[in-house]
Nanobody, 120 residues
Framework: QVQLVESGGGLVQPGGSLRLSCAASGSIISINHMGWYRQAPGKERELVALARRGGSINYVDSVKGRFTISRDNAKNTVYLQMNSLEAEDTAAYYC??????????????WGQGTQVTVSS
């Protein structure tokens, strides 16, 4: 079993910054990709940023130039630095990881979610 623990959400004014962290622990051989999704009230969950083990990174267009995803593979941790936050970024943010477990099986895991609210 693998656990993803998120931290770093909160309330911030428009134009402000937040940094989200997500640490994976448990039965882990390697993590193929780690990323962040978000879901606003009444909307579908969307991919925000994804970092693959090989180094490639993807962002949703609306956050390009404002958000930066990074990974610390030694710590099984992924970060999301969010700058120039806008009201439209308000959502619950979920960490996601595709993990190769000690049983040799790849599985998809989700964190519990952390709320980001951008408001003056």
């Amino acid at each position: 079993q693998v656990q993803l623990v998120e931290s770093g959400g909160g309330l911030v004014q428009p134009g402000g910054s937040l940094r989200l962290s997500c640490a994976a622990s448990g039965s882990i051989i390697s993590i193929n990709h780690m990323g962040w999704y978000r879901q606003a009230p009444g909307k579908e969950r969307e991919l925000v940023a994804l970092a693959r083990r090989g180094g490639s990174i993807n962002y949703v267009d609306s956050v390009k130039g404002r958000f930066t995803i990074s990974r610390d593979n030694a710590k099984n941790t992924v970060y999301l630095q969010m700058n120039s936050l806008e009201a439209e970024d308000t959502a619950a943010y979920y960490c996601n990881a595709y993990v190769l477990g000690r049983d040799g099986v790849n599985r998809n895991y989700w964190g519990q979610g952390t709320q980001v609210t951008v408001s003056s």
